[in-house]
């Protein structure tokens, strides 16, 4: 079974409108933790968000924010005010366990496109 | 700051040849992984590493093969290369702490023929 999908494989937005990719996961750990990351179409990987499975709050980075249901198993990343240089492909991975050897598992990705 | 650095960028390869992806890190970071991304797709773990002296295999270790001789170097090798190993491949490594990231390099995108 898929431990994180990405029902989107691709999105639209206008440009500064905000708009939010989805990401589930499957895990039975207690203790886990999900990223976000965004890979321009230089192929670069560039970390995003980070949310851990007991942390109270949903995380938060700038533009970024992780909307964290945990009892849904869902951990969707919203970006507001959409900008040109958003338009990337979108990972959310997830790694299990305290350390688990910091191993990660990606979903299959978001491709986002902004619009003028 | 160099952070993650693997090499060649770029690389063909003939059906059977062998290569070495070189990938070294400057962060002291005990953990370091392989990924291949195969085109529209998300990333895979081949192999990591938890320190030196210490590999074990991820999810799609066939066809390759590490070594972790010191903290910073984790050379991925391909023997008798396949066209199904034509993807990009990113190394990448962390501390293994809860929370934090992983570092990537730029990736190396391998075409096999």
């Known amino acids: 079974a898929q431990k994180i999908t990405q029902t989107q494989p691709g999105m639209f937005v206008q440009e500064k409108e905000a708009v939010t990719l989805d990401c589930t996961y499957d895990t039975s750990d207690p203790s886990y933790g999900l990223f976000w990351y965004k890979q321009p179409s230089s192929g670069e990987m560039i970390f995003l968000i980070y949310q851990g499975s007991y942390d109270q709050q949903n995380a938060t980075e700038g533009r970024y924010s992780l909307n964290f249901q945990k009892a849904r198993k869902s951990a969707n990343l919203v970006i507001s005010a959409s900008q040109l240089g958003d338009s990337a492909m979108y990972f959310c991975?997830?790694?299990?366990?305290?350390?688990?050897?910091?191993?990660?598992?990606f979903g299959d990705g978001t491709t986002l496109t902004v619009k003028p | 700051n160099a952070g993650v650095t693997q090499t060649p960028k770029f690389r063909i390869l003939k059906i059977g040849q062998s290569m070495t992806l070189q990938c070294t890190q400057d962060m002291n970071h005990n953990y370091m992984y392989w990924y291949r991304q195969d085109p529209g797709m998300g990333l895979k773990l081949i192999y990591y590493s938890v320190g030196a002296g210490i590999t074990d295999k991820g999810e799609v270790p066939n066809g390759y093969n590490v070594s972790r001789s010191t903290t910073e170097d984790f050379p991925l090798r391909l023997e008798l290369a396949a066209p199904s190993q034509t993807s990009v491949y990113f190394c990448a490594s962390n501390t293994g702490i809860a929370g934090n990231t992983i570092y990537f390099g730029e990736g190396s995108w391998l075409t096999v023929v």
């Open positions: 991975a997830m790694r299990e366990g305290n350390t688990n050897a910091g191993k990660s598992t």
